[in-house]
């Protein structure tokens, strides 16, 4: 009787947006907003929400919260732990974990402290072996993960703790080596865009963010213009660029106040957009996001499962070893700084409260930046109110299980609405 009703029942119509809002405009905005919400599609809306009442709620208890030197300082130190997240999201698509970030990160400070420093290697090539290094070790235990069959959980706790103990071994019995500020350690610290305290430098990138969105979406509006499929119209683009211009210049405004744009902040965009589009607009990135929504629907589909999984783990610990070299420069020295198991805490917490799904699948390496900007603002915020690690330790862990029930209520909901 029921295989009866579903087959009598119609189906129920899937508009493209695009050609919705080409139609309709506003309204089809509007439409396209409620259908997303009802079907458990809420994207980045919960978390661009919490931060702007975290922002209030600081902003009114602590003046000095919404001041351009507080809003460089959210800028310039959230860039360590988010560019762990980056990586971090990778993983997290295919819905596994990796543990051994952390220590990663740490180790890779030390790798590069001991080349440049102890051996006298030139700082640029230390750099160079040190990403090396950091992505060697996540091809290293992808392999394991996704060739001899041990869990992920195992096998990047097992790294975990193992990169810890080298990294110790490495710094030796002082437990830290001193870096020199200059060269690319000197870039990664620095307090702002182009180094000199510039303030055209900030509106200089967001005039290329800007150009560079407008650009790549005009391309693709005549590439599915050609190829007969809807996009997004000419009224559109403009909009989003317009939105997109408000908060670049914005943004370079407020720092520009005080000492300018970081330049780890710049990096961090730029590491951002790269893998952003390698993820939303290469076949390497559909393929990550088809092994992350089923295992054997993707090996039917032809895709190796195997390397996916590989390179994945691999790009996580690139991204850890950069995010090492980035608090080390910050703090001019390699020590255990670099590994504490908190900065792992936080880049989970970063990667997931923005809206990356920890049941794979789903999710935006542009989760790594609102995450990471929730968690420092909490921070900063705290400390400006004078309050001890462990509210702030609570707070967090409070926000991250929220994100986390949001999470599994969207997907209830959109298996409830047959979107799944």
């Known amino acids: ?78 860039v360590g732990i988010g560019t762990l997240a980056i990586g971090l999201v990778f993983v997290l698509l295919l819905g596994e974990i990796d543990l051994s970030v952390g220590s990663v990160s740490g180790l890779a400070a030390a790798v590069f402290a001991v080349l440049s420093v ?36 195992v096998v990047t706790l097992a790294g975990f703790l193992g990169w810890q103990g080298l990294m110790l071994a490495l710094l030796g019995n002082t437990g830290t080596i001193n870096l020199a500020d200059t060269g690319f350690i000197h870039l990664l610290g620095g307090s702002s865009f182009f180094l000199g305290g510039d303030v055209a430098g900030g509106y200089i990138l967001a005039a290329v963010a800007v150009g560079a969105m407008l650009t790549g979406s005009l391309l693709e509006q005549n590439r599915r213009r050609k190829a007969g499929v809807p996009f997004r119209p000419t009224s559109e683009i403009a909009l989003r660029a317009g939105l997109l211009g408000v908060a670049a210049f914005v943004a370079a405004y407020v720092l520009n106040q005080h000492t300018g744009v ?114 420092q603002s909490i921070k900063t915020g705290l400390d400006l109110l004078g309050l001890a690690n462990s509210v702030e330790y609570m707070i967090t862990g409070g926000v991250l299980l929220a994100a986390v029930i949001i999470d599994s209520i969207s997907r209830r909901t959109q298996k409830s609405a047959g979107r799944a």
Do not use: C
Not at 335 to 350: V, Y
């Open 118 to 153: 102890t051996h006298g290697v030139n700082i640029w090539l230390a750099g160079l072996l040190t990403l090396l290094t950091g992505i060697g070790i996540g091809a290293l235990q992808g392999w394991i993960f996704a060739k001899i069959g041990v869990p992920a959980f």
């Open 262 to 375: 970081p330049n780890a902040l710049v990096f961090f965009l730029i590491a951002l957009v790269i893998a952003d589009f390698v993820l939303r607009r290469t076949s390497y990135g559909r393929k990550v996001f088809a092994v992350g929504g089923g295992i054997e629907a993707a090996r039917r589909a032809g895709i190796n499962v195997a390397m996916v999984r590989i390179t994945v783990f691999a790009i996580s610990g690139g991204f850890a070893a950069l995010g090492g070299l980035i608090i080390a420069a910050q703090i001019t020295s390699a020590n255990q700084a670099g590994s504490d198991p908190i900065n792992l805490m936080l880049a989970i917490a970063a990667a997931v409260i923005g809206g990356t799904s920890l049941f794979g699948g789903r999710g935006s390496v542009w989760s790594a930046l609102l995450g990471v900007l929730v968690i």
């Open 1 to 78: 009787m029921s295989n009866e009703t579903d087959i009598n029942t119609p189906a129920v119509p899937v508009t493209d947006p695009r050609l919705l809002v080409r139609e309709e405009g506003l309204k089809g905005y509007l439409t396209e907003f409620k259908r997303k919400v009802r079907g458990g599609e809420l994207g980045s809306l919960p978390v661009v929400v919490g931060l702007i009442v975290i922002w209030i709620v600081f902003g009114i208890e602590n003046k000095t919260f919404l001041t351009a030197a507080n809003f460089e300082t959210i800028a310039y130190y959230m």
